[in-house]
């Protein structure tokens, strides 16, 4: 049975990570399927046949299905890449699900954006639909599927046209917002402790002050500050259902491999349990943001902290193996 959502799926340099996403959106066989590609850098004149090689993998689709190619012929770069293929999407969809070339789905994944799109279409406090949980928690209360956040997590992620309106890649209007995003900030984590939330509020304002500034290249940033500004939701799987496997020497952010690449993948049992309510949990929320702008283990007890590094250098160990593996 084919997906009847559009897919659309950002890729740029790197075939082998492509060619694993690739064959997760054939497995999931969708009706229409949007191929965003970045150019490559005038610079690297390697980098040309890697782009072409990648634009050579997405030719293989052999399901009924119809597909709009949006290829960069010069680099835009990350952030100006995904920005516009995310606007020339909502041009023909009013819902997508997004996929980049390093975030691998579960099977689950895609029926689970399908149903919950259909489920918050007319909630506009709802603005996201993410298949990562990023962060090692507690499960949501009772047998819920998912619960919610105030960040976008956007490992693997859906969303409706009317939800991105206003997005902004280049936080034009910054100045004029920055005081009332510390206080949302400050608000967000007060959960943590006074000591704590002053950390993650100024590690979110300085990452989004630098996004303003041009000094990081990246668009999800600006989306946070998107979702502060307009107080939206992001709906958080009870499971994580997406590996990236895109840390490594090729990673525009993640050369370094992060305790959130191991992070296990597992599907989540459909149909979905819903929760009874859109209410964000505070402590939840609190420790979403920490965990994502700050070490996650930061404020942890002491053994807690050993027993969390010890098992990162084990999912490391398997990591490498895995990743050095497939690429025979």
Known sequence: MSLERPVVLFFFNRPR???????????ARPSDLVLVSDGSRPDRPEEAEACAACRAVVEQIDWPCRVTRCYAEENL?????????IRETFERYESAIFLEDDCLPRPSFFPYCHELLGEYESNREVAFISGTRFIR??????????QFCSMPLVWGWASWRRALEGYD???ADWPQYEDAIRTKLRQATAPLGQALSDRVTGSVIAALGNCYRGKLNTWDHPLAYHFLKH?????VPRHNMVTNTGFGPLSTHGARISSQACLHAADIPMPLIHPDTTRIDPQFDARVWKNCFLHPMLGEPALDRL????????SEFFYRRRETGSSR
Do not use: W
Request: some cysteine.
């Open 17 to 27: 990570h492509l060619q694993r996403v690739f064959a997760r959106v054939r497995q």
């Open 77 to 85: 770069g990350c952030r100006g890449r995904i920005a516009s293929g």
């Open 137 to 146: 928690l507690p499960d949501p209360p009772g047998e819920q599927s998912y």
């Open 169 to 171: 890649e280049n936080m």
């Open 231 to 235: 107080d939206l939701r992001c709906t």
């Open 307 to 314: 027993l969390h590094g010890i098992k990162r250098s084990v």
